[in-house]
Every structure is written in structure tokens, then in C-alpha cells.
């Protein structure tokens, strides 16, 4: 079993930065893939970014192309979703997610069925 735990979230002005992280329990979090995904208002959950075990492989949105940056620690056993400029429309419940074992493709990883575990999201608001 492994417990997320998301923290970073806030609200933040048009063009701004804030970087969220994600805490893993376990021992073994090198093994799990991860990923952000964002859920707003009415609108689905959809992938933000991902980032392999090993951090060898990573998976953006075009929405945040270029903005938006992931990464791990896996002596931390800890995500991070670094976000500069920021817009209105980044506003939403951000999540992080785990899934166990390897990938071979990294499309796998923009489906949020495909993981195992989940935190309990942190809130994003961007002003404009």
C-alpha cells in the first residue's frame, strides 16, 4: 500500500509559479511510476505530466509544454511539479498518482486508470 500526500497548492496570480510536491510512503517508491493529473469544475481528470521510476522518461500535456516541469527524488521518495507561468485556465484540483511496475510505453502513463494509487489533490487557483 502506498499514501500520497500532495501539499503546494494555492493561489497564485497570472504569470506566477508555484511547485507542488508529493510525499510517497514505502519503501520502493523507485519502482512507481508517477504522474500529475488536474481535474477542474464539470471537466475530466486529464494528465499533466508523468515521470518513470528511474526519472529516465518523462510525458507532458501540450497545455503545459514548455511551463510546467516534473521530476523526483527517489531518496526523498517525493514528486514535484514545478508550474511558472501560470494561467486562469491551470486552475484546478491537481493529483498525484502512483502505478507499480514498470512501463514500457510512456502513453500508459496519461491514463488515470492505469494507476494504483492516488492522493487527495491539492487546490490551484490562478487570478487573472
Known amino acids: 500500500q502506498v499514501q500520497l500526500v500532495e501539499s503546494g497548492g494555492g493561489l497564485v496570480q497570472t504569470g506566477g509559479s508555484l511547485r507542488l510536491s508529493c510525499a510517497a510512503s514505502?519503501?520502493?517508491?523507485?519502482?512507481?511510476?508517477m504522474g500529475w493529473f488536474r481535474q477542474a469544475p464539470g471537466k475530466e481528470r486529464d494528465i499533466v505530466a508523468a515521470i518513470t521510476g528511474s526519472g529516465d522518461r518523462t510525458y507532458y500535456a501540450d497545455s503545459v509544454k514548455g511551463r510546467f516541469t516534473i521530476s523526483r527524488d527517489n531518496a526523498k521518495n517525493t514528486v514535484y511539479l514545478q508550474m511558472n507561468s501560470l494561467k486562469p485556465e491551470d486552475t484546478a484540483v491537481y493529483y498525484c498518482?502512483?502505478?507499480?511496475?514498470?512501463?514500457?510505453?510512456?502513453?500508459?502513463?496519461?491514463?488515470?486508470?492505469?494507476?494504483?494509487?492516488w492522493g487527495q489533490g491539492t487546490q490551484v487557483t490562478v487570478s487573472s
Open positions: 498518482a502512483a502505478r507499480d511496475g514498470p512501463v514500457q510505453f510512456i502513453v500508459t502513463l496519461t491514463i488515470p486508470e492505469r494507476y494504483d494509487y
Open positions: 514505502g519503501r520502493t517508491f523507485s519502482s512507481y511510476s
